[in-house]
């Protein structure tokens, strides 16, 4: 039932940075590979918030580095993709945009679908409102109880409106024209238009063009703790917030707070006792563990981090106050 | 606190700088959305809204319990469905922009004359997209009009339109080829992946550049470019040869070392002078009736004044750290025809890149190229330490970190100015007003 891409996965890589544009690979590798990145979009149902965000989905190179060394993902060049547009078939480019015309066509269907139920409620909410207003003004004891137990439910109801934001509030300055459509059960008479989320399609599939394939992306000295702790299930966020370099989380961040603050070090590095002790103090602080560690193998000359990773050694540092 | 959060969700415009926790700082459950959202019919969403999840309602760590998995997936599911939200364009109200891959170009048909020869079309020339006929609010405060009524977009500004759904970018048909007219328009819309690979990294917007800016527009600041945009941008009137991260020892008030040397020769030239402390304590001796004036004799160490720091062109600085970017307040109103003094001046640091915190000559040379803003206002003469948060230059640097930015107000600060012994709220202890106290017998 739950989507299951082809691999590899491709991440886009622009202007130096990995991103993803699609919520389907965003879910499969936070369900199956425990990446999260870190969503830094704007959610076109609210743009004015910061609290909740959207697409793209930037990764950080340690974790687009494990899923390339993995085999779940590979990086393309998205500007070099692109150039693709110019070369696009005129039949291809004829069925994409059908594509995108059913798409609108179906958003819009249930944009006035969802209006129409949204009147009926309202036209029912007066309606038993005006009943109830009846109700009361009988004095007979029976049905005034009857009255309480219905109005109890509208209440419910009550609450639905305002906690839904209808977005498309901006869009539709005269209201009463748009429903009059729906309310006579006809579908709107114009699509909307979509912008998608991602160009492929109309462009081909970039996995299986070689030249688009670039490179195993740089990681920083603190990869292989990062590997190590990917490897042992945790989800890694970068830490700086928090004061280090990246937070450890047991679990989805949806669901479990985090459990450590990791910070990397080299194996033969001199460790000011003082950073040690602000860490401690620090995670103890925020009811976390200060994890501190590194690979005790130095760097080796391919750049292969697999044997520094399986070298790591890890300690947590908590600070007891007695 | 519970009723804080859940007024964040229910109005997103409502101010979130007033909740002392950042939700941002943490993920947040998407289940909250799950009204918001056009394809989950109502009956599956939550409408008891009452039983919302509430901030740090969350488990320590995972366990084998069906109840955790199924609350799992459904947060999963719910995240699923808010992002997967398309991005949809009403008939009446779309705004169509176009890409122009080289920059701002004339409208087609038009002859350029010799008159627009080193002139163009009349707007930045970092500009890639434009909107033939721009109308509607959504666009205030942004893009810059041309002679033919096409509104410009920088390209910070088209993807942050696209981003939150308010315009539809096309690709140019000299880019994807003609088709033939039969619908009339048949362009191809520009996804929001094409959008960033074409955006992003153009004219120096780089990802951190754009996720602070987008960071800022949501909450309702206006964010234009400052003029330390280009990272190559000189001053124009290169200050008198010194390399910019040259540190130019700020004018200090007080004597200084030098000062505090040729006092001391003087004092040894004559050392019979009844004022020299060679010859006596530094205060010297007689009767003194106030600690203000043993104080200000007792001042020897120099200290920094920033007010007498140099004024340094904002370019004379080396980025990472100088200006990019001027916001204002939302509650001021911004014309770009004439921009007021910004209320902001921030900076952009990828921590990737720039791992260490700034220099000292860094630092000056970005606090120098701000103009004085000296603590004023009433509560400012009354509370010292305000005094001293304020500082009398101030700069903001926005610290990234692999798409999580946070905010350093940097304020240069001036204790030489706030004589403790001066000020009215000067602790004094039981000995008011010196030593003297005229008793009575």
Not at chain 2, 325 to 338: G, I, L
């Amino acid at each position: 039932m739950d989507f299951q891409p082809t691999l590899p996965i491709p991440i886009s890589f622009i202007s130096g940075r990995y991103l993803l544009f699609s919520i389907d690979f965003v879910t499969y590798l936070r369900r199956e590979h425990n990446i999260c990145g870190v969503l830094t979009g704007t959610l076109p149902q609210i743009p004015q918030q910061n609290v909740f965000l959207g697409l793209p989905l930037e990764l950080m190179p340690e974790e687009a580095r494990v899923l390339v060394d993995k085999g779940v993902a590979c990086i393309v060049d998205e500007a070099k993709a692109h150039q693709g547009m110019q070369s696009l078939l005129e039949e291809d480019r004829r069925k994409y945009l059908r594509e995108l015309e059913s798409q609108g066509l179906h958003a819009s269907r249930i944009f006035a679908e969802r209006k129409g139920q949204k009147k009926a409620e309202t036209l029912k909410k007066i309606a038993e409102k005006k009943a109830k207003g009846k109700a009361q003004a009988k004095p007979q004891s029976e049905e005034s109880v009857n009255a309480a137990t219905a109005t109890s439910e509208p209440s419910a109801a009550n609450d639905e409106p305002a906690s839904v934001v209808d977005f498309f509030a901006g869009d539709t300055p005269t209201p009463s024209t748009s429903s009059k459509g729906t309310s006579t059960g006809t579908p709107a008479a114009q699509a909307f238009h979509v912008t998608p989320a991602t160009s492929y399609p109309p462009l081909p599939d970039p996995t299986t063009s070689s030249e688009l394939i670039v490179f195993r992306p740089d990681v920083p000295s603190s990869y292989p703790l990062f590997a190590h702790m990917h490897s042992r299930g945790y989800f890694l966020s970068p830490g700086l917030r928090f004061g280090c370099q990246y937070v450890a989380y047991p679990g989805d961040p949806l669901r479990f707070h985090s459990h450590f603050l990791v910070v990397s070090s080299e194996w033969d590095q001199e460790i000011d006792l003082m950073d040690i002790i602000i860490g401690g103090r620090l995670g103890t602080g925020v009811k976390k563990g200060f994890l501190l560690g590194g690979p005790r193998q130095a760097k080796t000359e391919d750049g292969s981090e697999i044997e520094r990773t399986e070298s790591v050694r890890t300690f947590s540092i908590e600070w007891a106050g007695m | 606190m519970a009723d804080a959060d859940e007024d964040v969700i229910r109005a997103p415009g409502a101010d979130t700088s007033q909740i002392d926790t950042d939700l941002s700082d943490e993920t947040q459950d998407f289940r909250l959305l799950s009204h918001l959202n056009l394809y989950v019919p109502p009956t599956l969403t939550d409408t008891t809204s009452t039983s919302l999840p509430k901030r740090g309602e969350k488990d320590f760590e995972p366990n084998p319990t069906e109840f955790q998995a199924d609350v799992l997936s459904a947060s999963r599911q719910a995240m699923h469905n808010a992002l997967a939200h398309p991005r949809i364009h009403n008939t009446k109200n779309r705004v169509i922009g176009i890409y122009a891959p080289d920059g701002p170009i004339f409208p087609d048909g038009y002859v350029e004359t010799p008159k627009d020869v080193g002139k163009g079309v009349g707007v930045a020339p970092d500009c890639c997209i434009y909107i033939p006929s721009a109308k509607g609010s959504v666009f205030q405060g942004i893009g810059q009009a041309d002679r033919w009524n096409r509104l410009w977009l920088l390209p910070e500004e088209a993807l942050y339109m696209i981003e939150r759904g308010s315009l539809d970018i096309r690709w140019p048909t000299s880019m994807t080829g003609t088709t033939e007219e039969e619908e009339g328009d048949l362009s191809i819309p520009m996804s929001l992946q094409a959008a960033y690979a074409c955006m992003l990294g153009r004219a120096g917007l780089t990802m951190e550049r754009y996720t602070v800016y987008t960071g800022l527009k949501r909450l309702g600041y206006s964010v234009f470019r400052a003029s330390g945009w280009d990272d190559s941008a000189k001053p124009e009137t290169p200050t008198t040869g010194d390399e910019p991260d040259a540190y130019t020892e700020p004018r200090q008030r007080g004597p200084g070392l030098s000062g505090i040397l040729s006092c001391i020769a003087n004092w040894m030239d004559d050392p019979f002078s009844t004022a020299s402390p060679a010859a006596g304590p530094l205060v010297g001796c007689g009767i003194h009736r106030s600690y203000g004036d043993v104080y200000r004799r007792m001042s020897l160490i120099p200290w920094y004044d920033p007010t007498l720091a140099p004024q340094r062109d904002p370019l004379d600085t080396i980025a990472p750290f100088r200006v990019v970017f001027h916001v204002y307040k939302p509650s001021t109103s911004v014309k770009r025809s004439a921009l007021p003094s910004p209320d902001f001046r921030i900076a952009v640091v990828n921590t990737r890149e720039q791992t260490t915190i700034p220099t000292l000559p860094q630092l000056s040379a970005l606090l120098q190229g701000t103009p004085i803003d000296p603590p004023t206002g009433e509560k400012m003469e009354r509370l010292m330490y305000m005094r001293l948060r304020h500082g009398y230059r101030n700069v903001v640097l926005a610290v990234v970190d692999q798409g999580v930015s946070s905010f350093l107000r940097i304020g240069d600060a001036a204790f030489g100015k706030e004589k403790m012994y001066d000020s009215k709220n000067a602790p004094r202890g039981q000995k008011k007003h010196g030593n003297y106290k005229p008793r009575k017998r």
